[in-house]
């Protein structure tokens, strides 16, 4: 009775570690159970087979219903091409239960392994077998050997295995940091793209309500009538407008930033004139300067190279740079435009003589949402983020340099027409 109770003690710890489910997500995570064989592996049960001179040798992973070799040296067929045996035949999962080296000159007979089929099957009389550990402790196969013959194992030889097998637990979990990296990067991507897809959504839906705003605002502006006591509701209707077409500049950058985020952007290149294209805008862009108080100067003229460029979303770019250099441009200051000819491509740059930028914050303008004061906010810091979305739809680049306390410049270039 008291065999019988020890039996079952045994097998009920046997199928607590098997069954362990931190374990199983461990060894499925390494994602090599039912893998092609890999060359580092057979590399080193091939090296097992030699300095421990047996005829067998297998990295075997051991779930809670069958072991499988991942690599093995002198199997039998079929063993050799089905790599996998049910568990009553498997040395290996006591290795694992214990969570330590099991050595066993003479398998017949012996009180752990001694009534596995593989004895008389098989024909397996000696068997060497060192846990493949976890950095949490957890044995998710082994590194074994075997042989038909009694074998005295020497210290040396456990030794040389103890090794090997501490090279393969290190491919292990090399994969298993490999594999949950792809999986945080599948799941970022997921993320970026759902959210993505929500912004796009979210602006859509919310335009066609704004512009009903807008519109409305409008009308009521132009059938209200002059006298002193249609005045507030004149204001009333002038701070809705206004609300308004914040509101549809916001959800316009919104869906320009997704569009980005989402390699979408679309551009429509057509050969302009340089000079000609910063001039024209220029035209648009200088109310805004003026309207803060700034000089502004553009240094522009027709007659330089021809550039490939979607003259509207160009527009939108410096829209966007001038317009943050009068915010952050106290009035009295100066603002510049200008573009200069390079190696094969045309240098743009919007120059003030604001705050400056600190040079640890530089990294970070064309982040979305990021600005360098959250306290102080200006708009919602999608503007340089969509700058660099149009240059780089262009195939340009652009960057910024600038000093606190002094300006900032702002630099993009477009490739030059062939």
Same mark, same amino acid.
């Given at each position: ?85 049910? $568990? ?17 000159? /003479? ?47 020497? /210290? ?58 807008? $519109? ?31 509101? /549809? ?111 640890? /914050? ?57």
């Amino acid at each position: 009775m008291r065999n019988e109770t020890l039996a079952d003690a045994e097998r009920s710890h046997e199928h607590e570690v098997l069954s362990n489910a931190d374990r199983l997500e461990r060894l499925r995570a390494t994602s090599l159970l039912d893998a092609p064989r890999e060359e580092g592996f057979d590399r080193l049960t091939r090296l097992a087979t030699k300095l421990l001179e047996a005829p067998l040798s297998t990295v075997t992973l051991v779930d809670d219903e069958r072991q499988f070799y991942m690599s093995c040296t002198g199997l039998p067929e079929p063993l050799a091409t089905t790599r996998q045996t049910p $568990l009553e035949y498997s040395f290996c999962k006591h290795t694992v239960v214990l969570g330590k080296p099991l050595i066993v000159p /003479d398998v017949r007979g012996h009180p752990i392994v001694g009534d596995n089929p593989a004895i008389t099957a098989f024909g397996v009389t000696a068997y060497a077998g060192i846990p493949l550990l976890t950095s949490d402790g957890h044995a998710l196969g082994t590194l074994c050997v075997m042989d038909f013959k009694v074998r005295h194992w020497t /210290d040396d030889q456990v030794s040389n295995l103890k090794d090997l097998a501490a090279a393969v637990s290190t491919e292990i979990e090399l994969r298993m940091d490999i594999a949950e990296r792809m999986r945080v990067e599948k799941a970022l991507h997921r993320a970026v793209r759902m959210r993505d897809e929500m912004l796009g959504i979210v602006s859509h839906d919310l335009r066609n309500p704004v512009h009903t705003v807008s $519109l409305a605002s409008g009308m009521l502006l132009e059938t209200l009538s002059d006298g002193p006591g249609g005045e507030p509701i004149r204001k009333s209707a002038e701070i809705i407008r206004r609300a308004a077409q914040q509101m /549809d500049h916001l959800l316009g950058d919104l869906l320009d930033v997704a569009t980005i985020g989402s390699g979408r952007l679309s551009v429509e290149l057509i050969h302009h004139d340089s000079g000609l294209l910063l001039q024209s805008a220029c035209e648009g862009l200088r109310p805004l300067a003026e309207a803060a108080g700034l000089e502004f100067h553009c240094r522009a003229a027709p007659g330089s190279p021809t550039v490939r460029a979607d003259y509207d979303r160009i527009v939108q770019l410096l829209s966007n740079l001038v317009g943050n250099a009068a915010k952050f441009t106290p009035s009295g200051g100066r603002i510049e435009v200008g573009f200069d000819v390079a190696e094969g491509e045309a240098c743009f740059r919007v120059a003030d003589t604001g705050a400056g930028i600190a040079a640890e /914050d530089l990294p970070h303008i064309f982040e979305q949402f990021w600005q360098a004061s959250p306290a102080g906010r200006h708009g919602a810091g999608l503007g340089l983020t969509i700058c660099q979305g149009i240059v780089e739809a262009h195939g340009g680049r652009i960057w910024a340099e600038s000093q606190v306390g002094e300006g900032t410049t702002f630099y993009f270039t477009l490739p030059l027409a062939s």
